[in-house]
Every structure is written in structure tokens, then in C-alpha cells.
């Protein structure tokens, strides 16, 4: 059984960091391109960044430069730091599979305070 799990998560101030990861488990199963994603109340879920299997990298206007996304493929694991968080970067976020399997994770919780 394929399984992502992100951790992470947590409630900071603005301007703080978190640190997000988002770890694959299952018998073979191999991570290739992945997305974070997050929905806030009341929106749309929102793609946050993507990695490639070869480490290319997107990223949506509004974390451009205060995010990054990365992977460690001997740990079956991707990242994503998270800088200079604002008030409307509170949102639970998600991990999912980029590819025809389209897992996705159980989203951890971010919240940021004034």
C-alpha cells in the first residue's frame, strides 16, 4: 500500500519558517514528479511548487523566492521550505504524486499568526 505522509506542519508568527516534508512509503513505489498543494477555507485546492525527477522546479507567483521545493530520492522524500510566511500563506497542504498514480497525501496544517 502506497502511502504519502507529510509532517511539518505547524502555527508561527509572519516572517517565520517551516519546514515541510512529505515521505513515500509502499513496496516500489518510487517518487518522480511531485507537487505540494494547498487549500485554504473556503478556496480552491492550489498548486504551491512542482519538482521534476530530475529536479526542475515551478513555483506559483505569490512563493517565488520565499519557498523551495526539493527532494532526497534515497529517502523517498520532497520539501518544502517555507520562508517569510504571511497571513495568507495559512492553508493545510498536501503532497501529491505528479504522475498517472496521482497519490496524495493528508495534508498538514499551516497556520501563521500575527
Known amino acids: 500500500q502506497v502511502r504519502l505522509v507529510e509532517s511539518g506542519g505547524g502555527s508561527v508568527q509572519a516572517g517565520g519558517s517551516l519546514r515541510l516534508s512529505c515521505a513515500a512509503s509502499?513496496?516500489?513505489?518510487?517518487?518522480?514528479?511531485m507537487g505540494w498543494y494547498r487549500q485554504a477555507p473556503g478556496n480552491e485546492r492550489e498548486s504551491v511548487a512542482t519538482?521534476?525527477?530530475?529536479?526542475?522546479?515551478n513555483y506559483a507567483d505569490s512563493v517565488k523566492g520565499r519557498f523551495t521545493i526539493s527532494r532526497d530520492n534515497a529517502k523517498n522524500t520532497v520539501y518544502l521550505q517555507m520562508n517569510s510566511l504571511k497571513l495568507e500563506d495559512t492553508a493545510v497542504y498536501y503532497c501529491?504524486?505528479?504522475?498517472?498514480?496521482?497519490?496524495w497525501g493528508q495534508g498538514t496544517q499551516v497556520t501563521v499568526s500575527s
Open positions: 501529491h504524486d505528479l504522475t498517472a498514480r496521482g497519490y
Open positions: 509502499g513496496k516500489g513505489f518510487t517518487l518522480y514528479g
Open positions: 519538482i521534476t525527477s530530475t529536479g526542475s522546479t
